[in-house]
């Protein structure tokens, strides 16, 4: 039986298949002689520090030499500003990376794809380099979700469970005093009387200390005030500006440039900033505002589902005792929460690499053997992880995620079947999967590419307008935000909105034919 799991606009299988461990049966290559080949990994995340991923290398790499005659190192495009050093780097001809994580609704997969940042991977190549991940990703019917004229650019992460979909963290014990009853928020305006609450009783404490470009204050309000969903792979900068509609499916809009929902959202924003919700200089701060709520110094965090269940839960209830932490979802007011496409996490082999064959023999053993899986993933059991006597992924006694975790961050090849319980996990998991299966829709894009080629010049220009406005909108930092949204949205039909619209509308009407789509 198959199950579609919601992400941040996507959806997973969960499949049933089983795979065969790799010991004693090595992809094509693995036995064979020469030198050794070092294949570099490019994922996302600040690189670890605390030499638990060197320790985790020691013991995988000769057992990877062993089968298939290479070793695994890593490269980390850190989170600073990730956003531009991921596409700067892929982009730079560096022959030193062979993998490199990707994904179609926040890596930009497409567009690198489009560029020439990535190799196309041949049926015949991945056939005899990566068998076992051909097999089970050709007996789901998921090649055609990674085709860019019909050549296979990436590997999709389609065989593991996760929910991205973003929202706030937030402490029940301090809502409850608040006001709210069993401590639920249930609407993102509802906020305001939470942040002033904790403006007004913890003096030490920012009510949302959050940092950096980000549009968290304006999405989240959107996302539940209209049916708006975003158009994956068409970004501007690190923005994406474009939207479709349940009602209307097939027309290209933007609440960046219609409706009044942008400065709703821009004056409850402003509100915000003049409460003290968040620092002065949120914009330009650097400090890791998670470590800030775990240590009870924030009443409030904002990142997806998964993150929820797996670790804001239960660092809260250790470092908080008695904090409840809960979590608000984007859309949670009416429902306007769309699953992920199954390339939400998705591997590529650079175009710049000297061993592709190679690098995907690595690919399909990390994916596919269970003993190296384990060790990619969790580490050395009994140091990184244990195991309960029934059978549940636990950690040794002392460890604190925040300065042991292992880092190693593969988040383009998991797999279910090899992904066991955490003791470290929300207890009410399977309750809240539910509850999004319930009113998560199928995004209905997978399909569709956009042919960006005539208005990247346009989508870039667009991109330094928002960069102007969008985190001084985020942070309430305009005096006069009815204004600057005029301004703004002058400057994007200057910069060529329109006929990027009509681009993308085009390419959308004749998918939608293609596709006999209503």
């Avoid at 693995?30 to 490019?42: K, Q």
Wanted: proline fraction near 4%; glycine fraction near 8%; charge should be negative.
């Amino acid at each position: 039986m198959k199950r579609r799991i919601l992400t941040s606009a996507a959806a997973v299988a969960v499949v049933g298949l089983s795979t065969a461990m790799l010991a004693g049966c090595t992809p094509a290559g693995g036995e064979e002689g020469g030198e050794t080949a070092e294949i570099t990994m490019l994922v996302l995340g600040n690189k670890p520090t605390n030499g638990r991923l060197e320790a985790m290398l020691e013991e995988l790499n000769p057992k990877l030499k062993e089968k298939v005659n290479a070793t695994l190192d890593f490269f980390y495009v850190e989170w600073a500003d990730w956003q531009t050093q991921y596409n700067v780097q892929l982009l730079s001809g560096d022959d030193n990376i062979d993998l490199i994580t990707t994904a179609t609704d926040w890596l930009y997969a497409w567009e690198n794809a489009e560029k020439g940042a990535f190799l196309p991977l041949t049926e015949d190549m991945l056939k005899e380099n990566a068998p076992k991940t051909w097999e089970q990703v050709d007996a789901e019917g998921h090649w055609d979700l990674t085709k860019l004229n019909d050549e296979i650019m990436f590997i999709p992460e389609d065989n593991y469970t996760q929910y991205t979909n973003h929202g706030f963290f937030y402490r029940g014990d301090w809502a409850t005093e608040a006001g709210f009853e069993n401590g639920e928020i249930t609407r993102f305006e509802d906020f305001t009387t939470y942040f002033q609450w904790v403006k007004d009783n913890k003096p030490d404490v920012y009510p949302w200390d959050v940092v950096g470009a980000n549009e968290a204050a304006l999405t989240g309000y959107w996302q539940g005030h209209t049916d708006l969903v975003t158009l994956q792979g068409v970004s501007a900068g690190i923005y994406m500006p474009f939207q479709l509609s349940a009602s209307d499916p097939t027309t290209v809009t933007s609440v960046y440039m219609e409706g009044d929902e942008l400065l709703e959202a821009a004056e409850l924003a402003r509100e915000w900033n003049e409460i003290g919700v968040w620092r002065e200089d949120a914009l330009n701060y650097d400090g890791d505002t998670r470590e800030e709520f775990y240590a009870g110094r924030s009443g409030a965090d904002q990142h997806h589902t998964q993150t929820y269940i797996g670790a804001i839960v239960d660092n809260m209830t250790k470092k908080q005792p008695g904090s409840d932490p809960k979590m608000f979802y984007w859309g949670q007011e009416n429902d306007n929460v769309y699953k992920d496409i199954l390339t939400h996490g998705a591997m590529a082999v650079s175009a710049n690499s000297s061993n592709p064959e190679k690098a995907l023999q690595v690919y399909d053993a990390l994916r596919n053997d269970e003993e190296l899986y384990e060790l990619l993933n969790f580490g050395i059991e009994g140091t990184d992880y244990v195991m309960t006597d029934d059978g549940m992924l636990g950690f040794p006694e002392g460890y604190d995620p925040s300065v042991d975790s292992l880092g190693s961050n593969f988040w383009a090849g998991r797999m279910d079947e090899y992904e066991p319980q955490r003791v470290t996990e929300a207890p009410n998991k399977n309750e809240i999967y539910a509850a999004l299966d319930e009113v998560a829709k199928e995004y209905p894009y997978s399909t569709l590419i956009i042919d960006k080629s005539m208005i990247d010049p346009t989508l870039a220009a667009m991109g330094a307008v928002l960069s102007e406005y969008i985190p001084q909108l985020q942070y309430g930092k305009f005096e006069d935000p009815a204004t600057a949204i005029e301004e703004m949205r002058q400057k994007l039909i200057d910069a060529g909105y329109e006929d990027a619209r009509d681009s993308l509308q085009a390419d959308i009407d004749t998918w939608a034919e293609e596709q006999d789509f209503e």
